[in-house]
């Protein structure tokens, strides 16, 4: 069983700057792929960006692609999400997610692991 846990979310002005963290239990974090989904009110889950084992290939959605950075510290189990230039648009709740098969990073039900989430809040 792994579990997750965000934090870093807030509230933020529009241009401003988060970091999100994600703290994983199991200690074989490297062998997971992880990603950051988000769904905002009466809306989907959206893909955000993702992060193979190793950290070397990533990828982002088109609506936060040269703004956001994922990137992982696999001696720490940690998983972090830095958020750039935000935008109103950017306001949802942010989930940590992580699998322990390959498969799609774009689609949430292949995912087998997801944290609580963690609220982000961008003023217009």
């Known amino acids: 069983q792994v579990q997750l846990v965000e934090s870093g979310g807030g509230l933020v002005q529009a241009g401003g700057s988060l970091r999100l963290s994600c703290a994983a239990s199991v200690r074989t974090f490297s062998y997971y792929a992880m990603g950051w989904f988000r769904q905002a009110p009466g809306k989907e889950r959206e893909f955000v960006a993702a992060i193979n084992w190793s950290g070397g290939s990533t990828y982002y959605a088109d609506s936060v692609k040269g703004r956001f950075t994922i990137s992982r510290d696999n001696a720490e189990n940690t998983m972090y999400l830095q958020m750039n230039s935000l935008k109103p648009e950017d306001t949802a709740v942010y989930y940590c997610?992580?699998?322990?098969?390959?498969?799609?990073?774009?689609?949430?039900?292949?995912?087998?692991?997801w944290g609580q989430g963690t609220q982000v809040t961008v003023a217009s």
């Open positions: 997610v992580t699998r322990s098969s390959s498969g799609s990073y774009y689609n949430p039900g292949e995912f087998d692991y």
